[in-house]
């Protein structure tokens, strides 16, 4: 009788919620990664800073 082991290795996976920077324009928020280099314009890099 043969044996075989099959393991694997996965990643951790951790819930996450995204804003656009419309979207983030009011808002509270306690903690933010912002991404200034998706900025297209200086109006959204103000919208999103602010």
């Not at 656009?20 to 200086?42: E, F, M």
Request: aromatic content about 8%; hydrophobic content about 40%; some cysteine.
């Amino acid at each position: 009788m043969l044996l075989h082991t099959i393991s694997r290795l996965t990643l951790p996976l951790l819930p996450a919620y995204l804003y656009t920077n419309y979207k983030c324009q009011g808002q509270s928020l306690d903690h933010a990664i912002v991404n200034l280099c998706g900025c297209r314009s200086p109006q959204s890099l103000y919208v999103m800073l602010l």
